[in-house]
């Protein structure tokens, strides 16, 4: 008679009750461990974390936000035009909430939907049993989307907001310095002539940028030429425009200043069409330091934001907020809870596209 090989049955993943067995506690306590509660004396946190390692435990995050009480969901709303920005957004955001252990949902509103079904996504939002969102720009501008969330009673950290002194938590960067910094960056480098490509009227961020722009160039006693003033959409394909429209000017600036990276890269791609050399030609400059800054030739000169950072920001903001209000908070998050507006550093990166003349 043929023998039947029989495979072995395929083991599944350990358990939290297996682990609790092995090192002798309670599954409360293996909890705790895990959500790196101060509670625990430290020999038994030392037996849990063996007994982990030796049956290869892999916590289960959803659990052990229901056991432990410290995973939260927390949603991320957004849309804007450019990708790149979306892209640091996400991973700063993603990077934060795996380190905290904590769950993100993105929801993405089109302008469709922010014009027409605003007060109905902010519903489901509240209906999908977040803890919090973070909100990132234009729509932490749009106070129609914003005095929905506040009726829903949704904890909201808003990402660049039109005014941080009006707003409950926030991470924000001082745009207005910034693109001051960077216009004084390129007069040291000799131009006069500077032409700037503004983004969408109806963003802050945009009318901030230009302001500061213009505040540099005022203490210099230049006057902007309006003629070298251009609107875009913070979009590749209007940067390219908004170019095209300036470099036919009779006379061209030696400079242009794109307030962010996307259109920055739109420049250069028509320069180069027109058969403007960047630097030896035309400098540009651009503002965020995405991956277009970096992914074009020569690399653009630009102001770095962090993106990433300022998400990853959010996420604590928003756990530290709601630690602080849960029962029995500790005087700990109760003074972290004081600083709920935070401003980043920006930084001036100096690349190919940007010469002394």
């Known amino acids: 008679m043929n023998e039947v090989l029989r495979r072995p049955a395929r083991r599944s993943h350990a358990t939290i009750k297996e ?25 038994t946190r030392v037996k849990v974390e063996e007994a982990i390692r030796e049956l290869n435990y892999r ?16 949603g991320l709303v957004f849309h804007n035009p450019s990708n790149t920005y979306l892209g640091e957004l996400l991973v700063g955001a993603l990077q934060a909430c795996r380190d905290e252990g904590h769950h993100l949902v993105i929801e993405d509103f089109t302008s469709e939907d922010i014009s027409q079904h605003g007060p109905a996504f902010v519903e489901r939002l509240g209906g999908a049993g977040l803890d919090g969102v973070i909100v990132a720009p234009p729509i932490s501008e749009d106070d129609s989307i914003l005095d929905a969330l506040a009726a829903a009673q949704i904890v ?7 005014d941080v002194s009006k707003t409950d938590i926030s ?4 745009d207005a310095k910034a693109a001051e910094e ?5 007069l040291e ?14 963003q802050s961020s945009s009318r901030r940028r230009f302001r500061g722009f213009k505040a540099a160039m005022a203490r210099h006693g230049i006057a902007v030429d309006e003629g070298y003033v251009a609107q875009g959409d913070y979009t590749y394909r209007s940067g390219m425009l908004a170019a ?16 962010n990276d996307g259109m920055a890269a739109g420049v250069v791609a028509s320069a180069q069409r027109l058969g403007i050399k960047v630097p030896d030609d035309l400098s540009v400059v651009g503002f965020d330091d995405t991956m277009f800054a970096t992914a074009i030739w020569p690399q653009l ?6 993106i990433a950072d300022m998400a990853a920001e959010s996420v604590h903001l928003l756990s530290r907020h709601l630690r602080a209000h849960e029962p029995g908070a500790d005087s700990d998050d109760a003074a972290s809870e004081m600083e709920r507006n935070a401003v980043l550093d920006v930084e001036i990166v100096n690349r190919g596209s940007l010469r002394r003349i």
């Open 19 to 43: 682990v609790a067995e092995l090192a002798g506690v309670s599954q409360m306590t293996v909890s705790r461990v895990l959500n790196r509660r101060e509670t625990v004396k430290e020999s």
């Open 59 to 74: 916590p289960n995050l959803l659990a052990r936000g229901l056991a432990g009480g410290k995973s939260l969901f927390i």
């Open 156 to 162: 909201t950290v808003l990402i660049a907001p039109k």
């Open 171 to 174: 991470v924000s960067i001082d």
């Open 182 to 186: 960077m216009t004084e960056h390129v």
């Open 189 to 202: 480098h000799g131009h006069r002539r500077i032409g700037f490509i503004r983004g969408p009227d109806n």
């Open 244 to 259: 095209e429209a300036i470099l036919a000017l009779p006379e061209r600036p030696t400079a242009i200043f794109a307030s």
């Open 301 to 306: 000169t630009t102001v770095r934001q962090p």
